[in-house]
């Protein structure tokens, strides 16, 4: 089996979120980098385990600049083969999701695992795009997967309900919840994670369909307004007349 | 100029979602609003009453992503559409972006308000900023967030005329759909009301309290991620930074300690409820309305008063 995981870079989930250049950036400084969780517990995780299960390699790629290095090799530690990065500053996710088409197309990956989204763009965009830049079969939000021989069998998070479905042959997926447990990486694989390879591959000149013009930050939150515990009736008067919202 | 919104029904009618993003669309002001549905119609679907002037009817069920965006191209260029909507929901997440690409199109998800023309509000860092994306491409794509923006109605019917298409072959078959609320609520993230709790509920044979309060409201429940973590909730209950990102217009937290990661699923919520027994919990700074006060006292003493409304 040959496998593909997506793995991007993410500021720590208690980062201070600042921005620079006229709040056209996000402020890296001082940010600790962690892999994408989804990235990392779900879709990750489950690849190594159908690789150790069945056999074959699972190779991880990032579309990013050198301060990713970091978290490849978390990813290596924790298990997977080798590693390629696109070196190149994304600005949207259709060009993340071509320039991993372009380097995944002619390579026959049985399966291209996605996490459902990343923590910093909350776009839920990119595994899609890579299906249709591929004209590959996509499942979203699969909670799990099973593979016998070329059909995969999988559930998925739909709307209001869980999805099984089967597809035959090479597919992208996108990973949730559900999909396997978190792996903390043990010394061994972190010292093998060393010397396993990491490929840098030159971008290849795809252009953005989209800029960022500006970043905001939300306004601060008022007051709390605290009410007695044994006065339940006063915060249903408040939330009806003064909140409006029941 | 003309923009194509994407809907799905449920008996025949527009989903909630669905009337949402009609609306939204309606509301941008580029041009007469079309909407394509695939799938079981009634009617006009109740579409005419948010705006849509005209639907585009495709009979045939069909669950494939990559066909759904075939279709979805058809539709666009039959109506030469300069917006494309979807709602943000799990089905339009696997489809819109799929559609942005085979048109070479930008693409914006998760867009909260309408747009400035071609500038779309977004939320990112789960939450925790916004930002301003530019559309570069003449046509765009984008996803609404679910409850950002609300169903407005404008009189009105539209007409309904069959739309077919060649959207290629199913590859991704569907074996079965189990629904996760039997109980007749709303999902997650269409819910207007949501009642949260966490470890401070000490087990899972104490959630009835919660679930009491949850139907006195005629809310959906929800839970931290050590609730999901520990099987003591079902997965999908899970919000928060790597769980579901909600925002609903009431959001009451129980027993829960408001943990950045937590708050990011949550923190757009229109109003927020803590009811915590530590007045030092972090989720008080995130809260509107708080209750000093042990969940298993102060729960069932709200329960009562929200029934006697
Ligand atoms: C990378 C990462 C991602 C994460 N993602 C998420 C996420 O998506 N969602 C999420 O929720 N968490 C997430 N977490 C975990 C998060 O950091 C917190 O650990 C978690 O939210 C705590 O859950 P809790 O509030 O239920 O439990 P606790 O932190 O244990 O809080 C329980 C609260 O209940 C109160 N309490 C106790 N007894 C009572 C009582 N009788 N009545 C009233 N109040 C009572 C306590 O005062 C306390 O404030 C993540 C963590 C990491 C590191
Ligand atoms: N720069 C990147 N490099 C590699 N994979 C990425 C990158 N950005 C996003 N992905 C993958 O696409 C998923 C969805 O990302 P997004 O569309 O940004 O929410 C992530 O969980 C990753 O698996």
Not at chain 1, 170 to 185: C, D, H, N, W, Y
Not at chain 2, 69 to 81: E, F, G, I, M, P
Not at chain 2, 237 to 257: F, K, M, N
Request: aromatic content about 6%.
């Amino acid at each position: 089996m040959k496998l593909l995981v997506c793995i991007s870079k993410a500021p720590d989930t208690t980062s201070r979120i600042a921005f620079t250049d006229g709040d056209k950036r996000f402020d890296e400084s001082g940010v600790q980098f962690i892999v994408n969780p989804y990235d990392e517990w779900y879709a990750l995780v489950r690849a190594i385990e159908l690789v150790e299960a069945q056999g074959g390699s699972v190779t991880t790629i990032t579309v990013g600049d050198a301060t990713c290095d970091p978290i490849i090799r978390k990813a290596l530690a924790i298990g997977a083969s080798d590693a390629v990065r696109i070196d190149a500053n994304p600005t949207d996710s259709s060009q993340v999701a071509r320039l991993i088409s372009n380097y995944a197309n002619d390579k026959s990956y049985d399966i291209i695992f996605a996490g459902k989204e990343t923590i910093n763009h909350n776009s839920s965009a990119v595994p899609a795009m890579i299906a249709e830049c591929m004209d590959l079969p996509y499942v979203a939000l699969a909670t799990s997967i099973d593979v016998d021989g070329d059909l995969s069998t999988l559930n998925c998070e739909s709307t209001g309900g869980t999805n099984n479905v089967s597809v035959k042959g090479s597919f992208v997926l996108s990973a949730t919840k559900g999909m396997a447990e978190q792996r903390i990486p043990n010394m061994r694989g972190i010292m093998s994670a060393r010397t396993k390879p990491l490929t840098v591959v030159e971008a290849s000149g795809v252009t953005a369909t989209t800029e960022v013009s500006k970043f905001t930050l939300p306004p601060a939150k008022g007051d709390c307004v605290m009410v007695d515990a044994d006065n339940a009736a006063e915060l249903v008067r408040l939330l009806r007349e003064e909140a409006k919202i029941i | 100029m003309s923009v194509l919104v994407y809907i799905q029904t449920q008996e025949g009618k527009a989903t909630k979602a669905g009337l949402e993003v009609a609306s939204f669309a309606k509301n941008m002001n580029v041009g007469d609003v079309t909407a394509l549905v695939p799938g079981t119609l009634s009617g006009d679907g109740g579409l005419g009453s948010v705006g849509v002037s005209k639907v585009l009817h495709f009979s045939e069920g069909v669950t494939d992503n990559s066909q759904l965006s075939k279709l979805t191209q058809a539709a666009a260029q039959s109506v030469d559409a300069s917006t494309i909507v979807f709602s943000g929901n799990n089905d339009g997440n696997s489809i819109a972006p799929r559609v942005a690409i085979a048109m070479n199109v930008g693409y914006v998800s998760g867009v909260t308000c309408l747009p400035e023309g071609k500038t779309f509000t977004r939320n990112v860092f789960s939450g925790k900023a916004t930002a301003a994306v530019n559309v570069m491409s003449d046509v765009c794509v984008i996803s609404i967030t679910p409850n950002s923006y609300g169903i407005k109605s404008d009189a009105g019917e539209a007409s309904v005329e069959t739309f077919s298409a060649d959207i290629g072959a199913q590859r991704v078959v569907l074996n079965g759909f189990t629904p996760t609320s039997n109980d007749g609520s709303v999902p997650l993230p269409e819910a207007e009301r949501v009642v949260s709790a966490g470890r401070g509920l000490k087990g899972p044979e104490n959630w009835g309290i919660v679930e009491d309060l949850a139907r006195a409201l005629g809310a959906t429940t929800a839970c931290s991620r050590p609730v999901g973590d520990m099987g003591w909730r079902p997965h999908h209950e899970h919000v928060g930074q790597t769980g579901l990102t909600i925002r609903p217009d009431l959001y009451i937290a129980c027993g829960i300690s408001g943990a950045i990661q937590h708050l990011a699923g949550v923190n757009q919520s229109k109003v927020i409820v803590v009811i915590n027994t530590d007045p030092e919990a972090p989720f008080f700074k995130a809260a509107d309305y708080g209750i000093v006060g042990d969940v298993f006292e102060v729960l069932p003493k709200l329960t009562e008063a929200i029934k006697e409304l």
